[in-house]
């Protein structure tokens, strides 16, 4: 599985984003994908996941703020992002997990300013 993020970028406290990761290749219909970020000197951290049957988890930081959704005949995830905050600046990466193993994405900035 391959997989390619996009939809990252520069914008201020209280705008919106949408990121996007499609996956390619050979995918299983039972999958988990997700996205995870990491902020500078932070760890790597879950931010939602969704599953193929349509569960969504978040964490608390960006329940009520970002949704998850998916396409699945377009193997493709969402998440949208609303009321960005400074702190929500981290490289987002996008994962796909399945019996075949765990897949992750090349990463897109998300930058929030002030």
């Known amino acids: 599985v391959q997989l390619q993020a996009s939809g990252g970028g520069l914008v201020q406290a209280g705008d919106s984003l949408r990121l996007s990761c499609a996956a390619s290749?050979?995918?299983?219909?039972?999958?988990?994908m997700g996205w995870y970020r990491q902020a500078p000197g932070k760890q790597q951290e879950l931010v939602a996941v969704?599953?193929?049957?349509?569960?969504?988890k978040y964490v608390d930081a960006v329940k009520g703020r970002f949704t998850i959704s998916r396409d699945n005949a377009k193997n493709t995830v969402y998440l949208q992002m609303n009321s960005l905050k400074p702190e929500d600046t981290a490289v987002y990466y996008c994962?796909?997990?399945?019996?075949?193993?765990?897949?992750w994405g090349q990463g897109t900035l998300v930058t929030v300013s002030s």
């Open positions: 994962n796909h997990n399945s019996v075949a193993g765990s897949m």
């Open positions: 290749g050979r995918i299983f219909s039972i999958n988990v």
């Open positions: 969704i599953t193929s049957a349509g569960s969504a």
